[in-house]
């Protein structure tokens, strides 16, 4: 019964979408204040019945209801609890489904949370999301239906692809969707604002608070797929520029310097027509991600649908909502007043480098990623990887990483560099520092990864010198530099904590990169292997029964100078109804490297292929990003940029007897 209802819900969901995507736009247009104040209960109600919808088909898989085609094709009644509730969006159709949720989810807070922006805006805003949902309602309805029903029903199903049989893939597709998905919001606002012809500092500050939490969400999410690939799939890598991995990190980048576009709209009342036009590319990236994914151009873990008419489906959404939003800029862009002017040596010219190398990057990954793919339609087949992203993505960052220390510390408008660089002496001589200790620790080599090393120490101290300069560090007594921190606003710890981050996850990809050592050999139990000055002792396999898998578990005994370090227990896993192998990697941290050992198939003659991994510096990547998704969390919990941030003065208001923006709220 559960399906049904559940299909119930997606039907009305279609209508109410239609109701919301039409009424308040032509109520906004018409001055009827009855339609548009129905964008607000009807993006509730929409929410509402998505929820319903999704808690129906999670308990279709929570009870094994393989009458349920999608439960069937992806669930097996001895799979662990967690696996089946991962197991509704583990699939092409229940992660539509949470897609949709997300999206619905978004446009339930633009009403609940945002009931100080301008109504006729609010009902824009709303009127464009619903039009978006309404796509993906089709979408999911007419090619994709969750609740199929199958008779008879079978007796049990045909489990989840293993792969995704993982915690690390249980959280990682709902916090990339929300970072997808939550583009939507900026995409809203910005057709909303060319629909009413009006973008100014008001309009930014209600963008960013969305703009940076689906940053933050997107960014968790990528990091949790690379951690997962690192030590799910045994290779010893995290990032292997795969078209899939490509398809997250494009919006990722748009969307970082859609944030700091917004920056300069809000504070300098410049570069509208720039934003607007990033913040319509940063979800259309979003968008072209959905396709590639689910059009069958890619065979991947990732890579959900295979079924041609389903990417025509989404091909036909892409060009209307791309199409339509870039024709609307086009006709409506020029109308669109500019602001204040700037020295290019100011915080705003600071920005709009940042924006342009940002955005020639992602033209880069781009270009790397649908290339290929198109050559291939036409019968060429090429292969782009590592070597061209480094010889043509790298040395984008290169100056990005050298801006993002001096930006900060620039005034707005106008400002002079040989003060601004005077002022990260200190950042200057610790860069120094890090490129002579690390030249003498890894022998003088190799020099590119010396020089990042040093770049991200740049990056790192110039944050916290900014931040020191805020607060006037060792200029005032200690006791007023901590009332200055506190009453600092918390975007500035946030951007500080960010840069930090960033700095922290360069480190960690160049250590990885430049100096991991690999050992792949046939190894018997009883012998010892000699990695980067680490012994590793191969103690043998024994049998190990898991909840749906069988496996053998290899002990390794690490000891470094005679001195114990740790025992690793890599696993080989076969699943039970797929019948399909798997590895655990076997991983010791320190902080500052990692030990990583995989053990593979056997030779037949009491030997079995391990691979070993000495990985430096590899946990800085993830505690890098960690620290940006705290940055992002602490400038979002900014009483500046709390969801509808300018509100009106009641002051203000019985003075002046007309509406206005006055107090933040």
């Known amino acids: 019964m559960s399906a049904e209802i559940g299909q119930f819900a997606l039907i009305l969901a279609l209508l109410v979408s239609m109701v919301q995507s039409s009424l308040p736009m032509i109520g906004a247009a018409k001055g009827n204040s009855t339609w548009i104040a129905?964008?607000?209960?009807?993006?509730?109600?929409?929410?509402?019945?998505?929820?319903?919808?999704?808690?129906?088909?999670?308990?279709?898989?929570?009870?094994?209801?393989?009458?349920?085609?999608?439960v069937f094709r992806n669930s097996h009644s001895a799979k662990p609890m967690l696996y089946k509730i991962s197991g509704v969006w583990g699939n092409h159709e229940g992660s539509m489904l949470l897609w949709v949720l997300i999206l619905t989810g978004f446009g339930a807070a633009v009403a609940g949370f945002g009931k100080n922006l301008p109504p006729t805006l609010q009902a824009r805003v709303?009127?464009?999301?619903?039009?978006?949902?309404?796509?993906?309602?089709?979408?999911?309805?007419?090619?994709?239906?969750?609740?199929?029903?199958?008779?008879?029903?079978?007796?049990?199903?045909?489990?989840?692809?293993?792969?995704?049989?993982?915690?690390?893939?249980?959280?990682?597709?709902p916090m990339l969707y929300a970072g997808y998905v939550g583009f939507s919001i900026a995409f809203s606002f910005a057709v909303a604002a060319l629909i009413e012809g009006k973008v100014d500092a008001a309009w930014a500050r209600w963008v960013r608070p969305w703009t940076l939490a689906a940053w933050i969400t997107l960014t968790a999410g990528i990091a949790l797929g690379s951690w997962w690939a690192y030590y799910e799939l045994g290779w010893g890598g995290w990032w292997f520029w795969d078209p899939v991995e490509n398809v997250s990190f494009m919006p990722w980048l748009m969307g970082t310097a859609l944030l700091h576009s917004a920056i300069v709209v809000e504070k300098r009342d410049s570069l509208k027509v720039w934003t607007i036009l990033l913040a319509i590319l940063t979800f259309s990236l979003s968008l072209i991600g959905t396709f590639i994914v689910r059009s069958g151009l890619l065979t991947s873990v990732h890579a959900f649908a295979t079924d041609p008419e389903r990417g025509l489906f989404i091909l036909v959404l892409l060009a209307i909502a791309i199409g339509g939003s870039l024709l609307l800029f086009a006709l409506r862009a020029p109308a669109l007043t500019s602001g204040g002017l700037?020295?290019?040596?100011?915080?705003?010219?600071?920005?709009?480098?940042?924006?342009?190398?940002?955005?020639?990057?992602t033209f880069v990954v781009f270009v790397g990623t649908l290339g290929p793919l198109l050559l291939e339609a036409t019968g060429t087949k090429i292969s782009v990887g590592t070597p061209y992203y480094n010889a043509v993505f790298?040395?984008?960052?290169?100056?990005?990483?050298?801006?993002?220390?001096?930006?900060?510390?620039?005034?707005?408008?106008?400002?002079?560099?040989?003060?601004?660089?005077?002022?990260?002496?200190?950042?200057?001589?610790?860069?120094?520092?890090?490129?002579?200790?690390?030249?003498?620790?890894?022998?003088?080599?190799?020099?590119?990864?010396?020089?990042?090393?040093?770049?991200?120490?740049?990056?790192?101290?110039?944050a916290l010198v900014e931040w020191a300069e805020r607060v006037k560090l060792f200029r005032l007594p200690l006791a007023d530099s901590l009332n200055r921190a506190i009453k600092l606003p918390r975007a500035a710890h946030g951007m500080t904590l960010a840069h930090a981050g960033m700095a922290v996850a360069i480190a960690g990809m160049t250590g990885s990169a430049a100096w991991k050592t690999e050992d792949i050999r046939i190894t018997r139990p009883g012998e010892t292997i000699e990695v980067a000055g680490y012994?590793?002792?191969?103690?043998?396999?024994?049998?190990?029964e898991g909840p749906n898998y069988r496996a053998e578990e290899g002990t390794f005994i690490i000891t470094k100078d005679g001195e114990f370090i740790a025992k690793l227990t890599p696993?080989?896993?076969?699943?039970?109804?797929?019948?399909?192998?798997?590895?655990?990697?076997?991983?010791?941290?320190t902080g500052l490297e990692d030990l990583y050992v995989v053990v593979g198939d056997p030779d037949g003659r009491g030997g079995w292929t391990t691979r070993i991994y000495h990985e430096p510096l590899v946990p800085w990547i993830w505690a890098g990003c960690l620290i940006m998704v705290l940055g992002g969390t602490v400038s979002l919990s900014d009483r500046r940029l709390r969801v509808g941030a300018p509100v009106r003065s009641k002051r203000w208001q019985a003075k002046s007897g007309t509406g206005g923006l006055g107090a933040q709220a």
């Open 38 to 70: 129905l964008s607000r209960p009807s993006a509730i109600l929409l929410f509402a019945l998505i929820v319903l919808a999704f808690a129906a088909l999670t308990q279709a898989f929570v009870t094994s209801d393989f009458s349920v085609a999608t």
């Open 535 to 544: 012994s590793y002792l191969f103690e043998g396999l024994k049998p190990v």
């Open 394 to 462: 790298v040395p984008l960052m290169v100056p990005l990483v050298a801006v993002m220390a001096v930006g900060p510390m620039m005034p707005w408008k106008r400002a002079e560099l040989g003060a601004v660089l005077s002022r990260l002496k200190f950042a200057g001589f610790m860069t120094v520092v890090a490129v002579l200790v690390t030249a003498y620790l890894q022998d003088g080599g190799p020099v590119l990864a010396i020089a990042a090393i040093g770049f991200a120490a740049w990056l790192f101290v110039g």
């Open 571 to 589: 696993q080989r896993r076969l699943y039970n109804v797929q019948n399909m192998p798997t590895t655990e990697a076997g991983i010791h941290t």
């Open 342 to 361: 700037f020295s290019p040596i100011s915080r705003e010219g600071g920005l709009v480098l940042n924006n342009l190398l940002l955005t020639v990057a």
């Open 126 to 173: 709303l009127s464009v999301q619903a039009m978006i949902t309404l796509g993906f309602l089709a979408f999911l309805i007419f090619t994709s239906n969750p609740f199929e029903r199958m008779f008879p029903a079978p007796l049990d199903g045909r489990d989840l692809n293993p792969l995704l049989q993982d915690p690390g893939l249980a959280f990682h597709p």
